[in-house]
C-alpha cells in the first residue's frame, strides 16, 4: 500500500495543529499488512484530540493487532483546514500510522459515541474514496462496520454501513476477521456483496441492515421484512462475561500532542444497574462486571511506569461503586513509587458525604472542583428518573465538600425530562442556592454551577416512548432557570444549546429514512455538527423537509407502547416488559433498586444471555445514598457549549 | 543510587516527524520522560506545583532544530519516588550517561546530543540568547527574484510587518530583528531554494514564517530548521552548550570563577 505522506507534508504547514496527523504516538503498531491478512482501518468521527483517548477503540486496536491474520491502524476526522487542503491536492482520508489511503482497507470500522458525528461518517468514507452506500459497494470496495453505544439504533446510518455490531467488541472482532477473510478468499470475480452480508449476518451481535427492509406508514414505521433467510429476526447483544478476561488496553497511547482526557484511563467495571431510566449507557451495558481490584492495581503501576502520566482515572459509569474503591484510591495515591505526585480522577461521584471522603483522598494532590449530577431540581423529579438521591444526602454531601476545602462545585441536571413542571425546573435553582448558602458557612465566596442539558430520548431505555421537549420548549425553561438563579450571587447557570438537543433528537430515535437527510446535510456542508461553530439545525430542518418528514414526528412525538420501534429487532437483553414497566412506574414516580445488592427483578440482561453480576462484594457501599449513575461513559458526546478543546 | 548535579543543561535536536509538535506538547513529552526516569526533579511551588524545567526560546510548530536547550533542577523527593539523589558524587561522564538515558525515554526525534552540569543559579537560557541561526527553505521565486528581495530587504531602514500579539495585531519592524541574511543554493526537495539567516531575538524572537513575510509574502515555507542558538559575550558568540559538553553563557563563566 501506498504511504501518502509525502503528499501531505508540504500542507501541515499550513494547518492548525498539524501533529494530530503524523501519529507518532507511543504505543502506536506498525503492522505488516498483505496475503492472508485482513486490513482494519479503525475510525473515530470527530477530531483526534477527542478521538485518540477512545478505550473502546484502543482495546480492538491491541487485539486486532496481536492477530496473526489482522492488522489494525487508526484514523479520525480532519479538521476543516486540513479537509480543504487533502481535497484540493487530491489526497484521501488515510490513517495516522502508515498514511495509507482509507479505501486501500479491508474493513473501515466507525465508533459512534454521538448522533451529530454521523454527518461526520459519511464525509470521511467519501474522503477517503469509498462509495458512501452500502448498495454502491463492490467487491473490491472496503466493508464498513460500525460499534459503540449509538448502534442500538443504527437506522439513520443503516444504508450506509455493510455491517453494525452491538455489545462488547473483545470477542466478535475475531469473529469478523475470520469471516472477512474467508470472504477476501473467494475468487473476486466471483464474490459478491451479498455473500459477505450472509457470512457478515452469521456472527452473534452483528447486523446487516441491507437483509432488512423497513416498512412505512405516515411518520411511523409499521414493520420490518427480512430479506434473507440468513438474517436472524432478532440481534442480540455481545457480552464481555468477565472484564477479568480483557486487561486491555495493555499500552494505552500516549499522543505526541495534547488530546482530550490526556492522562491514563483503566476501566475499573463495566455496566451500571443504578438504574437511572434515562441514561442508556446504564441499560445496554448491563450486568456490573467488576476488574478484580488486584489487576485494576497492576494496570494502574505498571500504566504510570510506562507512560510518565501523573494522573489516572478511574473509568465505569459510577466509579464510586467500585467494591472496595478505598483501598485501590489509596493504592495509587500513597504508593511511594509516585512520591505524592499522582493523582486520581474518578469520571463521575456519588452523591454523598461518604464518597467526598475518597474525594478529599482523591484530590490531595491537585484539588479542582467537584461534580455532582442530581440530574433533577426536585425529590420528586428524581423519583420519575429513578435517581434516588434525597436532599438531605445532596446537601451532606455538598457540606462535606465545602467543609474539606473545596470552593467550586459543579452540579449536571437534566431539563425536558417526563413529567416535568416549572416547579422542577425552577427547583434546580432553589437547590443551587442551598448549596451556595451552605458553601458560605465556610467560605467567603463560593461558586455553584449548575450545566443544565436538554434531554433527549434514547433507544432501549424506559424512556424510549417521550416526546422530547421542543426546541421552544426548552428555551423557555432554560429563560425561566436563568431568571429565577440570578437572584443568588454565587450561583451560574450553564446551559447546552437547545437547538443542538433539537437536533440529537431528530437521529437519537430515527429511522432509515434520516439516511437521505443525513446525506444532504453533510453534502450541505453540514459537518462537525457537535462543534457549536459549525452547528446548523437549518440544515437538518430543510432536509426533512426536502424529502417529506417532519422534525416533530421524530422528537416531540409520544410514541404509542403498541408502536413498531425502528429498533426493535436489535436487543440489549432487556425484556420488553422490563421497560414498559419502568415507563409507568416512572410516571408514578416509584423508584426501582439497584439489583447488585437486591434480589433480581429479571430486567433481562443476565437471564438472557446465562450471565451475571462480577462484583467483589455485595455489599451496598457505605453512606446510605443511592447512587449517580449518569451517562458519564467514556466518548459521551461532547456538549456544543464546549467549544474547541483548548480554545 | 546514583548521584547527580543540582541543574543539568541538555542538548537536544528535534526533527523528523515530531517537528509537527509544538512548544507545549514539548514541555510534556520531556514532563514524562523524566517522571518515568525517576529523577528528583524540583517542582515549583503553589497550587498546581509543576517540575522546574526551563527551555530556550520557543520552537515554531513545524520547524526543525539542531540545536534545542533543557536546563533542568533537581531537588528532594520523597523516599522510594528516585532512583537518584542531588550530590557531588557525579563527574561529566556520569552526567552525560544520565542525558543519553533521558534521550532514550524522549519520543523519537528528539535525541539527545550532550548534557552538562551547571554551577549556581544563573544563567536564564531565555534571557541570555541573543540570535539563532536558522536554515529556510522556500518556493514561490525564481533564483534572481529571490535575491533581489533578500537585497531590497537588507538595504530598507525599516521592514513593516504584521504580527498578532495578545489577540491584536499589531506592527512591528522586522529589519533590526535580521543579523545576516543570504541565498545559499537549491534546497533538499526540487524547487526549492535556501535562505541562511541569523535573527535576533530581542526584544522578541522573528519566526521564519515572519521573515519570509517581510521578504516577500508571495514566497511559501517549506522547511526552516534552526541551526544554533547564540549567547553573546561581549561581542564573541557562545553556544549554550556545545555538542561536545561545554557550557557557554554566565553558567560557564561562574564555572570559570570557581575553577572547574
Redesign the interface.
Known amino acids: 500500500m501506498p504511504s501518502v505522506f509525502e503528499q501531505i507534508e508540504?500542507i501541515?504547514?499550513g494547518v492548525e495543529?498539524?501533529?494530530r496527523?503524523?501519529?507518532?504516538e507511543?504505543g502506536a503498531q506498525e503492522p505488516e499488512h498483505g496475503p492472508g491478512i485482513v486490513s482494519w482501518l479503525l475510525a473515530y468521527p470527530d477530531t483526534y484530540e477527542i478521538g485518540l483517548p477512545n478505550q473502546g477503540l484502543q482495546i480492538l486496536y491491541e487485539i486486532l493487532n496481536e492477530r496473526d491474520d489482522a492488522a489494525a491502524e487508526r484514523t479520525y476526522a480532519p479538521w476543516t483546514d486540513m479537509e480543504a487542503a487533502m481535497r484540493a491536492e487530491g489526497i484521501p482520508l488515510f490513517s495516522v500510522e502508515g498514511h495509507l489511503p482509507a479505501h486501500e482497507f479491508h474493513v473501515m470500522a466507525f465508533n459512534l459515541s454521538a448522533e451529530l458525528t454521523y454527518t461526520n461518517v459519511l464525509n470521511m468514507l467519501d474522503l477517503g474514496g469509498i462509495p458512501i452506500r452500502t448498495e454502491d459497494r463492490g467487491a473490491l470496495d472496503t466493508i464498513v462496520i460500525a460499534g459503540g453505544h449509538c448502534t442500538y439504533n443504527p437506522e439513520p446510518l443503516a444504508s450506509f454501513l455493510d455491517a453494525v455490531v452491538l455489545g462488547d467488541g473483545e470477542e466478535v472482532v475475531s469473529e469478523i476477521t475470520v469471516v472477512v477473510g474467508e470472504w477476501l478468499a473467494m475468487d473476486a470475480t466471483t464474490r459478491s456483496r451479498l455473500d459477505l452480508h450472509r457470512l457478515l449476518a452469521g456472527v452473534e451481535g452483528v447486523y446487516v441492515p441491507s437483509l432488512y427492509q423497513p416498512i412505512f406508514d405516515g411518520p411511523r414505521q409499521v414493520g420490518l421484512e427480512i430479506l434473507d433467510p440468513a438474517a436472524p429476526s432478532v440481534i442480540e447483544k455481545r457480552t464481555v462475561a468477565d472484564l477479568g478476561d480483557w486487561p486491555y488496553p495493555m499500552n494505552q497511547l500516549?499522543p505526541?500532542?495534547?488530546v482530550v482526557h490526556d492522562r491514563l484511563n483503566v476501566e475499573v467495571f463495566r455496566g451500571c444497574t443504578r438504574g437511572c431510566r434515562f441514561c442508556q449507557a446504564g441499560m445496554i451495558t448491563r450486568p456490573v462486571r467488576e476488574r478484580p481490584a488486584a489487576q485494576v492495581a497492576e494496570m494502574v503501576a505498571r500504566g504510570i511506569?510506562?507512560?510518565?502520566?501523573?494522573e489516572v482515572t478511574l473509568t465505569s459509569l459510577s466509579t464510586a461503586d467500585f467494591s472496595g474503591i478505598e483501598q485501590v484510591v489509596a493504592g495509587v495515591v500513597d504508593d511511594?513509587?509516585?512520591?505524592?505526585?499522582v493523582s486520581v480522577s474518578l469520571p463521575s461521584l456519588r452523591v454523598d458525604a461518604f464518597t467526598v471522603g475518597t474525594a478529599a483522598k482523591i484530590q490531595q494532590v491537585?484539588?479542582t472542583g467537584l461534580t455532582f449530577a442530581p440530574e433533577g431540581g426536585t425529590w420528586r423529579m428524581r423519583r420519575v428518573i429513578n435517581k434516588l438521591i434525597s436532599d438531605d444526602d445532596l446537601f451532606a454531601a455538598v457540606d462535606a465538600a465545602f467543609s474539606q476545602g473545596w470552593r467550586r462545585i459543579k452540579l449536571y441536571f437534566l431539563i425536558g425530562l417526563p413529567t416535568e413542571t416549572d416547579a422542577d425546573v425552577l427547583g434546580i435553582a432553589e437547590l443551587g442556592a442551598r448549596c451556595v448558602e451552605i458553601g458560605k458557612r465556610y467560605h467567603q465566596t463560593v461558586t455553584v454551577s449548575a450545566s443544565v442539558g436538554g434531554f433527549v430520548p434514547k433507544p432501549q431505555t424506559p424512556f424510549q416512548w417521550y416526546g422530547q421537549n421542543s426546541v421552544e420548549e426548552l428555551t423557555r425553561k432554560v429563560v425561566l432557570l436563568r431568571n429565577a438563579a440570578r437572584a443568588t450571587r454565587g450561583l451560574t447557570i450553564k446551559w447546552h444549546e437547545p437547538a443542538a438537543t433539537g437536533a440529537e433528537g431528530i437521529v437519537s430515535r430515527g429511522d432509515r429514512r434520516l439516511g437521505d437527510v443525513l446525506e444532504q446535510v453533510w453534502r450541505e456542508g453540514g459537518i462537525f455538527q457537535e462543534w457549536s461553530e459549525h452547528f446548523d439545525l437549518s440544515k437538518f430542518q430543510q432536509a426533512l423537509s426536502d424529502h417529506g418528514l417532519r422534525m416533530e414526528d421524530y422528537t416531540t412525538r409520544d410514541r404509542d407502547l403498541d408502536e413498531v420501534l425502528p429498533w426493535d429487532h436489535l436487543s440489549a437483553g432487556l425484556h420488553r416488559d422490563f421497560l414498559v414497566g419502568e415507563w409507568l412506574d416512572a410516571i408514578e414516580e416509584v423508584g426501582v433498586e439497584d439489583c447488585r445488592w437486591t434480589p433480581c427483578y429479571d430486567c433481562g440482561a443476565c437471564t438472557t444471555y446465562g450471565i451475571e453480576h462480577v462484583v467483589a462484594s455485595n455489599e451496598p457501599p457505605a453512606g446510605g445514598s443511592q447512587g449517580t449513575g449518569q451517562g458519564l461513559d467514556l466518548g459521551a458526546p461532547v456538549p456544543v457549549l464546549l467549544g474547541r478543546p483548548g480554545g | 543510587m546514583i548521584e547527580i548535579p543540582p541543574r543539568i543543561r541538555v542538548r537536544y535536536t528535534k526533527t523528523g516527524r515530531i517537528k509537527y509538535t509544538s512548544q507545549r506538547d514539548n514541555a510534556r513529552a520531556w514532563e514524562r520522560a523524566l517522571r518515568r526516569a525517576r529523577l528528583p526533579v524540583a517542582y515549583s511551588e503553589g497550587f498546581s506545583p509543576r517540575p522546574l524545567l526551563s527551555f530556550s526560546l520557543a520552537l515554531p510548530t513545524g520547524c526543525e532544530s539542531e540545536a534545542e536547550y533543557t536546563d533542568l533542577r533537581f531537588g528532594e523527593a520523597p523516599d522510594g519516588a528516585a532512583d537518584a539523589v542531588v550530590g557531588n558524587g557525579w563527574t561529566p561522564e556520569s552526567v552525560t550517561e544520565l542525558g543519553h538515558q533521558l534521550g532514550e525515554l524522549l519520543p523519537g526525534g528528539l535525541d539527545v546530543v550532550a548534557t552538562a552540569a551547571l554551577e549556581g543559579s544563573g544563567g536564564s537560557l531565555q534571557e541570555e540568547v541573543t540570535s539563532c541561526f536558522w536554515i529556510v527553505e522556500v518556493t514561490g521565486m525564481s533564483a534572481a527574484q529571490l535575491t533581489d528581495r533578500v537585497e531590497a530587504l537588507l538595504s530598507a531602514a525599516q521592514v513593516p510587518i504584521e504580527r498578532v500579539r495578545k489577540g491584536r495585531k499589531v506592527i512591528d519592524d522586522l529589519r533590526p530583528s535580521v543579523l545576516s541574511l543570504t541565498t545559499e543554493g537549491t534546497g533538499s526537495s526540487p524547487g526549492t531554494r535556501r535562505l541562511l539567516a541569523e535573527l535576533a531575538t530581542k526584544p522578541r524572537g522573528v519566526r521564519p514564517a515572519e521573515l519570509l513575510a517581510g521578504i516577500d509574502p508571495a514566497i511559501r515555507l517549506v522547511r526552516a530548521s534552526r541551526t544554533a542558538q547564540w549567547i553573546d559575550v561581549d561581542g564573541n558568540r557562545h553556544e549554550p552548550l556545545t555538542t561536545d559538553g561545554r557550557v557557554g553563557g554566565a553558567a560557564a563563566e561562574m564555572a570559570t570563577e570557581r575553577g572547574r
Open positions: 508540504p501541515l504547514f495543529r498539524p501533529a496527523y503524523v501519529g507518532g507511543m500516549v505526541l500532542t495534547e511506569e510506562r507512560t510518565g502520566y501523573d511511594p513509587a509516585h512520591g505524592g505526585r491537585k484539588r
